[in-house]
């Protein structure tokens, strides 16, 4: 048997990647030493890989599928599909975004105003279409990290650095004059493994599943009792991905109901609910919502 090649990636995303997986079926086990972790099903084989690296060589065909950010699949002018986004605002899956900052004593104020100077960045495939596609000439240089600094001690005119929040390009004495682009976390496949029936359904399967496990973690499931008279007033103040699910209670003018919402809302919806009669309400986790 030829199993799927799947690339985990290594670095600030894996064990959040890891903790997806379990969440959406698989276990995944490794030493510290290890680039090669076990996971409890034989039609896969794990790789650990840089995010840096991993849209490489998804498309040489040395993994047929892997876990990485569109920032370095674009970066690296990757030759894959992607199969689907992987976004969850409350993890490491939370949406990035790559910005272009400037001393915050700076007089720049739009990228044009850098027009000679020094931007330094990890992304530098990027940044220099960016500029070359604004007409604007600059000298894009590589940095191996630690780059707020280096625009900080004077070593760059500009930077272009990745960031949530822009709290810590703040705090390292910095502003945004620009935003570039947004990035999030990607499966991706080599597009010759998708060509393979079999692959092509491991690569789906694995999809789906953590698809619906990240949907999983923004949901709750919620039921409760209440009379069949009160009934409609409580359906007017639950939300839910389609109708409720709503039973008679036997041999009594009760029924139960029973639905997924989103977990924001219910600090929100259970005194709404309690003012309309409902009683017996309970909250539950989700694993997977499909």
């Keep these: ?67 990485t950010g569109k920032d370095w699949t674009l970066e690296n002018g990757s030759d894959v599909d992607v199969i689907c986004d992987l976004v969850y605002s409350k993890a490491s899956f939370r949406p990035t975004r790559w910005v272009l900052a400037v001393p915050a004593d700076s007089k720049v104020k739009k990228p044009r105003e850098l027009e000679g100077k020094r931007v330094v960045t990890e992304l530098v495939r990027f ?94 499931g919620i039921k409760f009792n209440v009379k069949q008279s009160g009934l409609n007033k409580v359906i007017k103040n639950l939300p839910s991905i389609t109708a409720p699910t709503v039973a008679n209670l036997y041999g009594t003018d009760w029924v139960a109901v029973e639905s997924v919402v989103p977990e924001v809302v219910v600090r929100d919806l259970i005194p709404k609910l309690v003012a309309a009669g409902a009683q017996g309400i309970i909250e539950y986790p989700l694993n997977k919502v499909i």
């Design 1 to 67: 048997m030829n199993p799927l090649k799947f690339g985990i990636p290594k670095g600030s995303l894996e064990q959040t990647t890891q903790e997806l997986l379990k969440k959406s079926g698989w276990r995944i086990s490794n030493s510290s030493r290890s680039y090669f972790p076990s996971i409890d099903d034989e039609e896969i084989t794990c790789s650990l890989m840089r995010p840096q690296e991993m849209s490489r060589y998804v498309e040489l065909g040395v993994l047929d599928c892997g876990i």
């Design 127 to 220: 940044t220099r279409s960016y500029f070359t596609e604004k007409n604007i000439k600059v000298s894009v240089e590589f940095s191996w990290g630690a780059t707020e600094a280096k625009v900080a001690s004077g070593l760059c005119d500009a930077i272009v650095e990745v960031t949530e929040t822009g709290s810590t390009l703040r705090a390292n004495g910095l502003k945004i004059i620009q935003d570039l682009m947004q990035s999030n976390p990607q499966l991706i496949a080599n597009r010759e493994a998708l060509r393979d029936k079999r692959k092509r359904a491991k690569i789906d399967q694995i999809a789906l599943m953590m698809q619906g496990a990240l949907r999983a973690q923004a949901q709750v």
